[in-house]
């Protein structure tokens, strides 16, 4: 849903900025592809991106990896790389900016306002 239109219609009190930080990641992925799933294997990834049948990509999306969430973001992602044979993931945060290497893989953390789908 278009994040201004889901504000707009909203009857939560609460804002849960973590599922509409997800929902900015997934329209600006959704406006490059639209093969785009879920992943989740004892690890979640928020999304998978596909070329035909093949898995090219795979995102995690968290406005902050805090001490809290860091693991299971990683760990998630991690699973992703291995099962669909990837060298390389990307957490997408609001803000964070890192490399992690893990033998021949990696993954990068960018900001959003500094990714290119």
């Known amino acids: 849903m278009d994040t201004g239109l889901e504000h ?3 009857s939560r009190s609460i804002p849960n900025d973590g599922a509409r930080f997800e ?3 997934y329209l600006a992925l959704r406006r490059q592809t639209r093969d785009i799933s879920y992943f989740d294997d004892n690890g ?3 999304f998978i991106i596909r ?4 898995v090219t990509a795979a995102v995690q999306a ?3 990896l805090t ?3 860091r693991d299971r973001e990683i760990e998630g992602l991690r699973k992703a790389m291995e099962t669909f044979s990837l060298h390389s ?7 964070q900016r890192d490399r992690l290497t893990f033998g021949s893989r990696h ?3 960018i900001p959003f306002w500094d990714w290119n789908p």
């Not at 070329?51 to 093949?54: L, S």
């Not at 993931?89 to 803000?95: H, L």
């Open 62 to 64: 968290c406005v902050k």
């Open 107 to 109: 993954i990068d953390i």
């Open 8 to 10: 707009a219609v909203s």
């Open 51 to 54: 070329d035909r049948h093949t």
């Open 89 to 95: 993931g990307t957490i997408i945060t609001e803000d």
């Open 23 to 25: 929902n900015m990641v």
């Open 44 to 46: 979640e990834c928020d």
């Open 67 to 69: 001490d809290e969430d």
